[in-house]
Structure formats: C-alpha cells, structure tokens
C-alpha cells in the first residue's frame, strides 16, 4: 500500500514537472523579444546562473580567449582624463581587426580597423566610432616618440600600445579591448547565421574576388555571391564585404562613403547586424554560439582575444538586450589626406577639435575641452603638415566680416 502511495506521488510529480516544461516551453516560443529580454537579464544577475553558464564556457575562455598577459595598468591615458567624473557612467572598449594570416596578436601586426565601442551605463546606448588607420597620431616605441599612422601603433607596442594611443590621441579612458583576425571574424558571423545586406554589382565583384584567398586561410568552403541587390552573405562573404575599400558604401540613412571611410563604415554596420541577431537568440542559442567562439581558438591557431573578464562579459549581457545603437561615425570628422613624404595620410583638420567632436558624439558633453596633450599633438600636427584646425561657418563668416571692416577702415 505505501509503495502504491509512493508509486502515485512520484508519477503525480512527473505529470506537473512535464506540464511545468510544456508551458514554459510554449511561454518562450510565444513571448515577444521584450519580454525574453527581461527574463535573460534578470537570469544573466542570479549567481547559480552565472555559475551554470561558467561551468559551460568558463574554462576554455579563461584558457584560451581570456589575455593572461595583458595588464590594464601598462595602458597609459592623460591625467586630466585619469579620473574625469563624466566617463564614469560609460563601459568603454576597443575592438581590433587584424589582417594576419600568422599566430600573432602581439607587436609585428598593423591593426586593419579600430573601432571604440561606448556603452552607456544608464540607458544601455551605444555608439561606434571607427579610428581610420591612417590617421596621424602620435605613439610611443622603445619609449621614444613618434607620428605615424594609426594602425601603426599596434605594430609597434602590441595591444597596450595601440590603446594607449587611443588614449592619449583622444582624451579617453579605455583599458579593454577584443581583437579578432579575419578568418575569426568569418567563423563568428557564420555562428550567427550570416547577414543579410544590399550589394551594388561593384560590391558584388569585390566581395567574390576577395574569397578565392580567404578560403584558402579559413578553410572555410562558400560559394561565389551571383547577384546584387538584397542577398544574404555566410560568414566568409561578409568578411569579404568588410574587407571592400575601393568601391562606395550607402548606410541605411543613405549616407554615401569612399575608400577606407567605406570599409570602415561596411564593418559598423556588420556588427550592428551581428549585436541586432544576438539580441533575437535564446539563452540556449547564446551559449551554443558562446561554446564555439570558445573553441575558435587551438593551440596552433589563435583567432580572438580579449582582455574581459568572464564576470565583465556576463555584465554586459543587460546592455547587449537593451541595445539601443544611438550612432556610429568615423573619426577624425574633418580632415584632409595628404601626401606626406611619399605616404597617404588621414590628417585631422584641428586635432583638438575632433577630440571635442568625439567627445559630443560618444559622451554628449557639449563643453568639452581637451587636455593639454591633445593640445600639444594638436599643435604639432599643425606645424607638420600645414593641415589648419577646422572652423565652423559661423567663425569663417565672422572672420570675414571682420577682415572687411578693418579694410574698409
């Protein structure tokens, strides 16, 4: 009679455990994108939670994602920004893009895109500004000082050198960074299901010609893209897409950018989408694609790193579901690209003003004014080049006016 009564119980038990399972399977198929959001985001801050997801993914990202190597406080930054009060309430990072086809994410390789990635604490927004990688900068090297191009940076003092470049060329305060080469970057996407985007036929013929020698060093197999317009691009194909700087790049706000503006501009977009796909995926979709980034990387072959915490990925999941792109851009805003001793440059027009304008953009601080070694930089730059600070019209106007009236006197 007992083991009958146990018998019942247990098989009583079951039939609302399963009915339990059904309906939280059949809340989850139907519940909107808000509403999974609000539940990822409050798993994503339990601790049993954490620890589950960790003991998925934990040991191989500490193993082979985490840099064990790499220590914030080797990054330098400029004193007046050290401990400025209105950078507090932002996560800022840098993501690097790197074209090698060795096992090398340290000195020796140029970094192909920059792009810092803002995060508003408060409101989740975030903003992308893509560095083009011929930009005049100053950097250091063996402790000397030097002016070079951008990308240059990470050739010279790896990724703590690159940052503190960043740093100390724009007032900011990053010490983070993810750096992914391109046959990583095609296996990520394709982790993603691709994209999809419109393609003129210029960009059609680009993107395909680029394959044939990207295949080789992912080993990836994809086809030839067969037409333009709206078509969905795998992993391999959207790299390609990325790598494209000859040909123009429309936005989605129509905006219409050249050269390496385009390819800097291609890549933001290409995030966007990945971030926007992310947004849309399970828990369980989530951590299957964390999984097999985990396992991008061997003992032979290295394709990302980066210098976040496991703790510091999982705090951002919340900003990652409440994703809000408020802009992206390229920096500097107004230049000139002259030839400079047989080298193509990208030369702000007024360092110290592109700081300001950077400042707005990602930080909305209408008042900013850079430090002194902005200024310095600035200043230099100047005499280097001959490249002026950018005036707004109204000052072009006033200066005018005034040159007219002293004439007239």
């Known amino acids: 009679m007992a083991n009958n009564k146990i018998f019942k119980f247990f098989r009583n038990l079951l039939i609302i455990l399963l009915i339990l399972i059904l309906g939280l ?5 139907t519940a909107d994108s808000d509403t999974k959001g609000s539940i990822i985001k409050y798993l994503s801050k339990i601790s049993w939670v954490r ?67 803002s ?22 090297y063996n402790d000397m000082e030097y002016y070079g191009k951008a990308n240059a940076s990470y050739s010279t003092g790896g990724v703590t050198g690159a940052i503190s470049m960043l740093n100390t060329n724009l007032d900011l305060n990053i010490t983070d960074y993810v750096c992914v080469n391109f046959s990583g970057l095609a296996d990520i996407i394709g982790m993603f299901g691709g994209i999809d985007v419109t393609i003129t036929e210029s960009e059609r013929k680009y993107i395909n010609s680029y394959l044939a020698d990207m295949a080789k060093e992912s080993k990836l197999v994809t086809d030839p893209v067969e037409k333009e317009g709206r078509v969905h691009l795998d992993g391999l194909q959207a790299t390609a897409f990325c790598r494209i700087r000859y040909t123009p790049f429309t936005d989605t706000d129509g905006e219409v950018y050249y050269f390496d503006f385009g390819r800097t501009a291609r890549q933001r977009f290409v995030l966007n989408q990945l971030v926007k796909k992310a947004k849309k995926m399970g828990v ?8 097999k980034v985990m396992s991008l990387n061997t003992d032979k072959k290295t ?26 851009t390229g920096f500097p805003f107004t230049l000139d690209t002259p030839d400079i001793k047989g080298h193509d440059y990208v030369v702000a027009q007024g360092m110290s ?4 304008e950077l400042h707005k953009f990602l930080f909305d601080d209408e008042t900013y004014e850079p430090s002194e070694t902005v200024n310095s930089i600035n200043n230099y730059i100047i005499g280097y080049t001959g490249v002026l600070e950018h005036q707004l019209p109204e000052e072009t106007e006033a200066e005018s006016e005034s040159e007219t009236e002293t004439t007239a006197y």
Request: aromatic share 12%; glycine share 4%.
């Open 284 to 291: 369980g979709e989530l951590i299957e694609v964390a999984k």
């Open 303 to 328: 394709f990302i790193k980066t210098s976040l915490e496991y703790n510091e990925i999982m705090d951002l999941i919340p900003a990652m579901i409440d994703y809000n792109m408020a802009g992206s």
């Open 119 to 140: 995060i508003n604490n408060d409101t989740n927004e975030i903003k992308m500004a893509s560095v083009y990688r011929d930009t005049l900068v100053r950097y250091y």
């Open 51 to 117: 620890s589950l997801v960790e003991s998925q993914v934990g040991e191989d990202y500490e193993d082979k994602i985490k840099d064990q190597n790499f220590n914030a406080n080797d990054v330098q930054m400029n004193e007046e920004v050290y401990n400025k009060i209105d950078l507090t309430g932002y996560t800022n990072l840098v993501l690097f893009g790197l074209d090698t086809r060795h096992n090398n994410f340290d000195a020796g390789t140029q970094s192909d895109s920059i792009i810092i990635v």
């Open 353 to 356: 003003y592109n700081v300001k």
């Open 25 to 29: 399977f059949a809340f989850w198929k």
